[in-house]
């Protein structure tokens, strides 16, 4: 990291994202923002895998496998979101409140 | 790529980034997420990965983004339904730990000794076979990155895990139907055709 030459930058961005959604998740209460935030350090992992498999093209590999596993992890991140915001709906349907420190939000059941 | 547009989208990304994770509205919130995604795939096109920047716009900037603007405007949270925000000392014990955590990443980074962006081996090999004035077909000229290129790779070597992903889907489809319906909801008897009036639904 003596230079900012591409590369890093990109894995320092990447890394900056993945700690800003890390920080949403932890000092936040609501569970959309939450749902986001997850969002933000899958985004944060995602860019830091085609970071690494453009700058190992040169090599006679398959690099471009780590592109694959980013198309696997954009599947699982939006059948994530539906499943969380189905949970969402649920709690709000049962406390009348997205907050998960709601006094009644750990006696979600049915 | 050049390093000042590639700064200039960090940038963009980051404060972006950060205005979702404080904004206390979750509209405000679901669109700084937009603009985070949408500089996470202007920075894909610049790595040459052209299909995957195409489907972060597809998929995040469209299905899941529609997800979470169609839910915050379902719920139409009012002030006292958002809950109450944890105590500044949780928010600084949020601080430290990302912090830590970024620290670690850095410290891994700064271990690495200066990589750069070199061309890659298949548009080396296919300028390579060019210049000895070989006549190359098109079928043979995938250059590193193409959404071919990508294709080819996705359905051959990793055809299998392709096909799992719709097992996957089909989970979250059966889990969102038994999640969100309602206990006491109405039978699929009871929603039968004949509750509508023969008029149609002019009325």
């Known amino acids: 990291m003596n230079s900012l030459t591409t590369p890093d930058a990109i894995q320092i961005i990447a890394a900056l994202l993945f700690c800003i959604g890390v920080f949403g998740v932890l000092s936040r209460r609501n569970l959309l923002i939450i749902l986001m935030s997850v969002e933000l350090m899958l985004n944060g992992a995602n860019l830091s895998l085609v970071g690494f498999a453009r700058e190992f093209a040169h090599l006679p590999g398959k690099s471009e496998s780590a592109q694959v596993m980013v198309l696997m992890a954009m599947a699982v991140a939006a059948a994530e979101v539906a499943v969380g915001l189905s949970i969402l709906i649920a709690l709000f349907r049962h406390v009348r409140s997205v907050s998960v420190d709601h006094p009644q939000a750990t006696t979600l059941r049915d | ?203």
Not at chain 2, 24 to 29: K, T
Not at chain 2, 84 to 112: D, H, N
Not at chain 2, 175 to 198: F, H, M, N, Q, W
Request: proline share 5%.
């Open chain 2, 1 to 203: 790529m050049s390093t000042f547009l590639v700064l200039l989208v960090g940038v963009l990304i980051v404060v972006a980034a950060l205005m979702t994770v404080t904004q206390r509205n979750p509209i405000h919130a679901a669109l700084s997420m937009l603009i985070a995604l949408g500089g996470v795939g202007a920075l894909m096109i610049g790595l040459k990965a052209h299909f995957l920047a195409a489907m972060q716009v597809l998929l995040y900037g469209g299905a899941i983004m529609v997800l979470f603007v169609f839910v915050i405007m379902l719920l139409t949270l009012r002030e006292e339904e958002l809950g109450p925000e944890p105590p500044p000392a949780t928010r600084l014990l949020a601080v430290v730990g990302a912090a830590a955590l970024c620290f670690i990443l850095f410290s891994a980074l700064s271990r690495r000794s200066d990589p750069e962006f070199k061309e890659p081996y298949n548009d080396a090999k296919i300028a390579a076979a060019e210049a000895d004035g070989a006549d190359m077909r098109r079928r043979t000229k995938v250059y590193y990155g193409s959404t071919e290129h990508f294709a080819r790779v996705l359905y051959t070597d990793y055809a299998v895990p392709f096909e799992l992903i719709t097992v996957l889907v089909m989970a979250a489809v059966a889990g969102v139907i038994v999640l969100a319906r309602r206990p006491d909801s109405v039978t699929l008897e009871a929603t039968k055709l004949t509750a509508i009036p023969a008029g149609g639904g002019a009325a």
